[in-house]
């Protein structure tokens, strides 16, 4: 039985749109993960997951440890759930009620780092905490700045770049008794979230291939110069790097005592451009084909998931089961419908499936209040997205 035919005699009896998760791809890509990491433990991303089930089975596996979060609100819940006692919310908040409501809970905030960058940081949560303790991490810009840093390469996140000046900000952040700095952080999106083989622009390729060496590089010497510099002044528990495209890369640095990751574990389709790993995909959507407007079209209900980020083709859902799909280029991926030209599309009927991978990973569970988990031929369990828990914390 092939792919296709395996998901649709799974799902027969789920109306679409749905979406399901292949536990064995599951598997497979967490294993990878965790063989890249090469012993170094691995904080499961969960705005990549965005389920509360799954984040509880990987974290069962071994080579797992800790939750990354995305804001303070998610991880307040993630705490209280049990799902993890470490998590790092992998973003400032300005949100006074949530840290009022950390600072309140003490198993929470035993549990809960929060990140920051700036003083004024460090003064909306004193004063939010009340000078209750709160224990907070260092972001600090992980880009690449060639040309004498007249280039910049990489996502813009904290202002703190050089040893010197996470050094004076660490002294300010130990100046201050209520909070407690628990590590550093810092995310390399050029590397991790960038990948190196470009369908059909292999000189691209090349250029980002080359980039990347160098500002591994870069980064290694200075992340370990950074760490160096704060650890003289406190005992860190913990440094965090990377992402699911720079794994064995950052782990492979000394001053690194934890990757993070999460993509990975699904396997959206824009992570298929790597050449130093490769996944497979988990994750997918099923839409039916309502319309057949005229030969060589099929038309889907709905669709229009587009992914966050720079707003090109490559945010695209990618049709992935039957092959041979594409976009009527005056149309894409539409809110109520989605017209997709090919050969394959002659043998589509009404009611038929057409299988999707979303660009990113757990966006998809924005969109959906459940996954079906498939493993072999049928669905073994079917559980609640954060959506499907009536979370919706971005």
């Known amino acids: ?99 009022a409501a950390l600072a309140d809970d003490p198993a929470a905030a035993r549990a809960i780092t929060l990140m920051v960058d700036c003083p004024e940081h460090l003064d909306l949560i004193e004063s939010a905490a009340g000078g209750r303790t709160i224990r907070v991490c260092i ?72 980039m990347q060496q160098r500002s591994r590089l870069e980064l290694a010497r200075r992340r370990a110069a950074i760490v160096r510099a704060v650890g003289e002044l406190t005992e860190l528990e913990f440094v965090n790097g990377g992402g699911t495209g720079s794994v064995e890369k950052t782990a492979a640095e000394r001053a690194i005592t934890e990757v993070a990751a999460g993509s990975g574990l699904y396997q959206p389709h824009l992570f298929d451009q790597y050449s130093n790993f490769s996944g497979r995909p988990a994750a997918l959507f099923a839409l039916p084909v309502v319309r057949r407007p005229e030969p060589g079209v099929a038309t889907c209900l709905g669709g229009g998931y587009l992914a966050s980020g720079p707003a090109d083709a490559v945010r695209l859902p990618q049709p992935y089961l039957p092959t041979g799909l594409s976009y009527d280029p005056n149309e894409g991926a539409g809110e109520v419908q989605t017209p997709l030209l090919g050969r394959s599309a002659d043998l589509l009927e009404i009611g038929d499936r057409v299988w999707f991978r979303h660009t990113k990973a757990g966006e998809l569970c924005e969109r959906f209040d459940a996954l079906h988990l498939i493993d072999g031929d049928r669905v073994v369990r079917t559980v609640p997205t954060y959506r499907g828990e009536g979370q919706t914390f971005l």
């Open 139 to 210: 972001d600090i810009d992980a880009s690449y700045r060639p040309l004498a840093g007249r280039v910049r390469i990489g996502a813009l996140r904290s202002p703190l770049r050089t040893p010197a000046q996470v050094r004076a900000f660490a002294e300010t952040v130990l100046k201050r008794p209520s909070l407690h700095l628990a590590g550093l952080m810092a995310y390399e999106s050029q590397i991790a979230g960038v990948g190196d083989v470009p369908p059909g622009r292999p000189a691209r390729g090349r250029v980002i291939r080359a």
């Open 1 to 99: 039985m092939n792919l296709r035919d395996r998901y649709d005699a799974a799902t027969a009896g789920i109306e679409a749109p749905f979406a399901v998760v292949d536990l064995a791809a599951f598997r497979a890509n967490a294993a990878s993960l965790v063989r890249r990491a090469a012993g170094k433990p691995i904080r499961v991303a969960s705005k990549s997951v965005r389920c509360r089930p799954l984040l509880e089975d990987v974290l069962a596996m071994d080579g797992f440890a800790g939750v990354m979060a995305f804001t303070l609100p998610e991880a307040l819940w993630l705490a209280r759930k049990g799902v993890s006692d470490d998590i790092l919310v992998a973003y400032p908040t300005t949100d006074r009620t949530a840290v």
